[in-house]
């Protein structure tokens, strides 16, 4: 079972995250409790990397 949604406060493997209101996108490592969006204090992430979710990633890398 996959999440494409996860709540602020949840423990995550390592991903990237993107804010469901303002688009903001975080990577993290794998951590117990996700934070609310550092621009706009959403708490509800859409999951874009990570969880075995294999979509392909716009976010660029270096
Ligand atoms: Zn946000």
Not at 11 to 27: H, L, M, P, Y
């Amino acid at each position: 079972m996959k999440k494409d949604h996860v709540p602020s406060g949840s423990d995550v493997s390592a991903g990237t995250f993107e804010c469901t209101k303002c688009g903001n996108v975080i990577k993290v490592q794998s951590i117990s409790s996700l934070p609310p969006c550092g621009k706009c204090h959403n708490g509800d992430w859409k999951v874009l990397t990570g969880k075995g979710d294999a979509e392909v990633d716009p976010y660029p890398k270096s």
